[in-house]
């Protein structure tokens, strides 16, 4: 089973070279880059410029980048721009306490709107999943359960997309199945959550971790070949980021 410290455990004594972006709180920064350090998940270089741990990245003088509390929309800006994507998806490790470890996406309020970006980000989350050696169960949400249709023109847009997504997921391989409305029994039982649109994705992530408890290890970014994980500013440490960014990279 996936777990945070399965992760931790993978990125010991990696020998990697992970890049953290360092925005306001230079302290954090720094505390995060000796835990991590002192409990050998990698060797962290501290970056102040997004385009430059971007870049670095890109031409592997580092192995993986942690966003840290750059701002995100310079940090994410500088992704596109480095990588040439037009878009950048997202998806996020969480565990409720008490839970089990799932991916959950979109978390970027401007992703996952479309049923084609909803169907690439299950494609991108499975195969990230199957690194970890997870065959993953991916769970498809919308706005209500499929009796509600009929109530509101937009949720039946919601539930004819969910249905639709599943469909073409299977049909490409992946296990899939529509979820509707029902999180808690997708969180139970799927390895991941594709939330009926980026606004109520990142509703549930801040929903789970700030207020809910749950563990956010970060989220890598899917659609790009090297390990970028973006991170919360709000965060109190960046070590079990930096940590899942070390086990992903040790896999490529």
Known sequence: MLTAESIRLRAQRSGLRIGLGVGTDVEKAKRAKLEAEGLGFADVLLYNDAKRLAEDLLNDRIDAAVRGDID????????RRSFQVTRVLRAAFMQPRGGRMFLLAPV???????????????????????????EPEVGFMSGGRTSDKGRMAEIDRSIEA???ATGIAVSEG??????QVLI?????????????????????????????????????????????????????????????????????
Do not use: Q
């Open 72 to 79: 995100s929309n310079r940090a994410m800006e500088a992704v």
């Open 162 to 164: 969910a249905e639709a």
């Open 184 to 252: 808690e029994n997708a969180a139970r039982e799927c390895d991941v959550i594709i939330a009926p649109d980026g606004v109520s994705g990142n509703l549930i992530f801040r929903t789970l971790h700030f207020l809910g408890g749950a563990a956010a290890l970060g989220a890598p970014v899917l659609n790009i070949d090297r390990v970028y994980i973006d991170t919360s500013r709000a965060k109190t440490s960046y070590g079990d980021s930096i940590a899942l960014a070390s086990a992903l990279a040790s896999m490529r």
């Open 174 to 179: 992946i296990r899939a199945r529509d979820v």
């Open 108 to 134: 970027g309020i401007d992703e996952g709107w479309t049923i084609a970006e909803k169907v690439e980000i299950a494609r991108l989350s499975a195969r990230l999943m199957r690194r970890l050696d997870i």
